[in-house]
């Protein structure tokens, strides 16, 4: 069984940073389309920020200028830079991927255990 691994959350001052990191838990044949997601306390979850495969970029409105995605395809692994943060960006941060396992597998989404982020001073 495979897995999403997140990492780097935490509590961070106003306008601090942090870097988050997502990777497979084994060895796998390759990563599609990944994405960041984030549920507030109290909200519904909400779609960040995603990459495809050849690097092309999504983001929310509200993280525009301020976060940045990234991932290296050789080690299946992606990254969500986050910047200037505020007290809104405090959240429960997921991590989805659509992988696959082997070549020739067909491509199926994974999700994170997810990343606490405290913006708060």
């Known amino acids: 069984q495979v897995q999403l691994v997140e990492s780097g959350g935490g509590l961070v001052q106003p306008g601090g940073s942090l870097r988050l990191s997502c990777a497979a838990s084994r060895d796998i044949f390759r990563i599609n389309a990944m994405g960041w997601y984030r549920q507030p306390p109290g909200k519904q979850r909400e779609l960040v920020a995603v990459?495809?495969?050849?690097?092309?970029?999504s983001y929310a409105d509200s993280v525009k200028g301020r976060f940045t995605i990234s991932r290296d395809n050789a080690k299946n692994t992606g990254y969500l830079q986050m910047n200037s943060l505020t007290p809104e960006d405090t959240a429960v941060y997921y991590c989805?991927?659509?992988?696959?396992?082997?070549?020739?597998?067909?491509?199926?989404?994974?999700w994170g255990q997810g990343t606490q982020v405290t913006v708060s001073s």
């Open positions: 989805n991927a659509n992988m696959e396992l082997y070549m020739g597998a067909r491509g199926y989404d994974y």
């Open positions: 990459t495809t495969i050849g690097g092309r970029t």
